[in-house]
Each structure stands twice: as C-alpha cells, then as structure tokens.
C-alpha cells in the first residue's frame, strides 16, 4: 500500500472515531470539558498545524489572539512563530484548559503566552489590539456564534487576520456556508478557504 494511501485511511479512521462517540453533542452548545482533554488532544489529520499556519501567516512580533486553546494544541508553534517581541493571548472560559496551557508553554520554555479567563461573546480587550485571531473547532460551541464574530471584529485592526477552522468529526461543526454567512455579516471579508468541508480552514480579513 502507498503511503499516500495509508495517511488516507488513517485521517479516515481518526475522523471516523471521533466522531462515532460525540454526534449526539450536535444539538446542544458546550464547550469541550476539562474532562474530556485527552480527547480534544487527538490528531487533526484535516485541519493540522501546517495548515493553519499557513492560512494564518503569523510573523514575529505580532499580537494574536487564540479562542479556545485547550491544552495547547496550536499554541505553542505559533506562540514561537511570533518571537521574543510578538505576543499569543490566549482566551478560554474554562481556567483549568488555560492552567495547563500555560503549564506547557512554561515546560517548552515559551514565555509570550498571556492566559485570560473571559467569554468570546464579550471579549476584554480594547479594540483593534490584534494583528489576527484564529479559533479551531470552538466557534459551533458558542451560544450566539454571530456575537462572537462581531466581538473579533471589534478587537483585530483594520486589514487584520481571522482563521476558523472547523472539522466534521467535532459535535459542534460549522459548515463552510454558515461560517461564510455569518462572518461576512459581522463585517469580514471571505479570502479563501483551504481542505474539504469535513476539515477546512477559512481566512478572512477584518474591513
């Protein structure tokens, strides 16, 4: 078997698995829980580093905001693509997702990680402070995804990034229509989107 072919099979399989156990969470809003860590740890083949990295084109001494962390997952290779003069906040509503978090980029010697505990519906932060934001699998998980949009909106400057991606083995998907939807009415504008609508990354660009 080609390796092509076996990366195919196992992105299907690790899409496949997640899932199987979590489609009745597809009615109800929630954020992930704590308890639930080692689960939202498990590989991305869809929606990975690389390529967030590169639809998100984080450069040094930049200020990012990162929604929804979880333990990490994305934070610390674009919290070290910023330097020593760039800045990665990080927001969850959860602190123990934060705590470890922190505890992490303290073990990987990254120390321009801010953690704040606060909801994305009303972010506290002034406005225009960000050079881009990006959310990986959260925006489904918010009670009112339009106020949320419209919160980003508020805090990235002018001509700024914001990245959300979204996979169909997550409970809380977002299709790339209904994201498309709902951005554009909080005053982004659509550039591109990268991967298929079971995993994909979306760029827009704050008016």
């Not at 979590?22 to 990975?48: A, C, D, K, N």
């Not at 489904?140 to 959300?164: F, K, S, T, Y």
């Amino acid at each position: 078997m080609k390796a092509r072919t076996v990366v195919a099979v196992s992105a299907a399989v690790v899409v496949a698995a997640m899932a199987a156990g979590t489609m009745w969470r597809r009615r109800h809003r929630e954020p992930g829980s704590y308890t639930q860590r080692f689960r939202i740890q498990v590989p991305r083949p869809l929606i990975t580093r690389r390529l967030l990295f590169e639809m998100l084109d984080a450069r040094p001494g930049e200020r990012v905001l990162e929604v929804g962390p979880g333990l990490g997952y994305y934070s610390l290779s674009v919290a070290e693509r910023l330097g020593a003069k760039g800045k990665l906040d990080i927001l969850d509503i959860q602190p123990k997702m934060l705590h470890q978090t922190l505890r992490r980029a303290r073990r990987h010697r990254v120390p321009t990680m801010v953690a704040t505990c606060g909801s994305v519906e009303a972010l506290p932060y002034r406005d225009e402070v960000f050079d881009a934001a990006f959310l990986v699998t959260v925006l489904g998980e918010v009670n009112d995804p339009a106020a949320a949009l419209r919160e980003l909106h508020r805090v990235i400057r002018p001509g700024g990034r914001l990245i959300v991606g979204e996979t169909f083995a997550d409970p809380d998907w977002v299709s790339p229509q209904a994201l498309h939807r709902l951005a554009t009415a909080a005053g982004f504008r659509f550039e591109r989107r990268i991967g298929p609508r079971m995993g994909y990354f979306s760029r827009f660009t704050r008016e």
